[in-house]
């Protein structure tokens, strides 16, 4: 499978759920994939969360790789409140770091290096309280070099991102998390 390389993250320096500080470099040399959610979420987090784990579980549990997740609402979203969001989802805290702080860095991160859209939802459009936000509902791939990954399909068309609520495609993630962890590019 080809895996153009689409861009390359920048530098960040964020907050993990067990408190520790996360930034690029900690994760040079491992191939993750990352989303953004947030806890207080009454649409596709919970969902796509779930799919993560699949992920995680499918997937041998050594160093190479991790899984990354981005909180749209970091006000909210504190290192407890996101330890405990992940453990209901049987996240293991060593291979999949549920990240907050600084919402101008996150923001930056997520729209500016992942081509996430993050938008807060004005509270006239809100169906229920905890509508907060608009927000990408798809993984991002990236390499041991910090470069994020695509795909391209049988047909040849690139693929920038892989759907979360897509079978197919989170197998296609599965396999390209292999293939890269394979090839390890540090």
């Not at 729209?111 to 938008?119: E, P, S, T």
């Not at 040849?156 to 609520?165: P, R």
């Amino acid at each position: 499978m080809e895996l153009p390389v689409l861009g390359q993250l920048s530098d960040f320096h964020l907050t993990n759920q067990n408190n520790e500080p996360v930034c690029l470099a900690d994760l040079r040399g491992k191939v993750w994939v990352a989303d953004i959610i947030f806890t207080r979420c009454p649409g596709p987090c919970a969902k796509m969360t779930r799919h993560l784990a699949e992920l995680q579980s499918s997937l041998p549990a050594t160093d190479a790789f991790r899984t990354v997740t981005l909180t749209s609402d970091p006000e909210y979203d504190t290192p407890p409140i996101l330890k405990r969001y992940g453990e209901h989802f049987g996240a293991d805290n060593r291979r999949w770091w549920f990240l907050t702080g600084d919402k101008k860095a996150i923001r930056e991160l997520a729209v500016n290096d992942f081509k996430f859209v993050v938008v807060d939802k004005p509270a006239k459009d809100r169906e229920v309280p905890d509508d907060l936000f608009i927000h990408s509902t798809f993984f991002m791939l990236v390499d041991g070099k910090g470069q994020v990954r695509g795909w391209i399909d049988g047909e040849k068309h690139v693929h920038a991102y892989f759907d979360s609520d897509d079978a197919a495609t989170r197998a296609e993630l599965v396999a390209a998390v292999r293939q890269l962890s394979k090839s390890n590019p540090t």
